[in-house]
């Protein structure tokens, strides 16, 4: 895989509490996005930003004309918006649950919480790792929406683990009238 150059970050012992910060999952999405993303996309959508390090990546290396991203989480809007502002980007981060209403965007990208488990009670760091009792709460909820987000010929990245059943997730995809593949595949 070709390397590209990365965002600037830094977070605060607070942040690090509050927000998923980037681990190898975060490169994995962006690698996959740099190496595979086949248009020049003119806008883009982030959904579970987090720390807001792969929006800051792709705003830098595509440089697309429109770059949105969302969060659930208060906390991780805040940071968001200031690892874009750390990179001389716009700050466009908002605090919503997936999609933005009737937009469409060229790319959108996804880190869900995937890991097998309930949310139920968890602290914020937890919630955004659990994704219900097969890990696909968000996966399948992303799935189904995606059709109606995606621009003509417009492309999605999503992370998954073996445990959510790839195959099945390809299979929604497929019966959601979209083509998804395994683009890049990493041993965590």
């Not at 940071?79 to 716009?90: A, E, K, S």
């Not at 968000?138 to 003509?152: A, K, P």
Request: glycine share 6%; proline share 4%.
């Amino acid at each position: 895989l070709k390397a590209a150059p990365m965002p600037k970050y830094d977070f605060t012992t607070e942040q690090q509490r509050n927000v998923y910060l980037p681990d190898e999952d975060t490169f994995l999405l962006m690698d996959a996005v740099f190496n595979f993303c086949e248009i020049k996309p003119s806008s883009v959508l982030e959904i579970g930003s987090g720390s807001g390090v792969v929006i800051s990546f792709i705003a830098l290396n595509f440089k697309p004309n429109i770059y949105m991203a969302v969060d659930i989480n208060e906390k991780a809007v805040q940071m968001t918006n200031q690892t874009l502002m750390q990179n001389g980007l716009q700050q466009n981060c908002v605090q919503l649950d997936l999609f933005p209403d009737n937009e469409k965007f060229d790319l959108i990208v996804f880190n869900p919480p995937y890991c097998v488990g309930s949310a139920d009670s968890l602290g914020i760091i937890d919630k955004a790792l659990s994704g219900g009792l097969n890990g696909r709460s968000q996966i399948d909820r992303f799935i189904l929406q995606l059709q109606n987000h995606l621009s003509d010929n417009g492309e999605a990245f999503l992370v998954a683990i073996a445990a959510n059943d790839i195959i099945d997730i390809l299979q929604l995809v497929n019966k959601c009238g979209l083509n998804g593949q395994t683009v890049c595949e990493k041993r965590l």
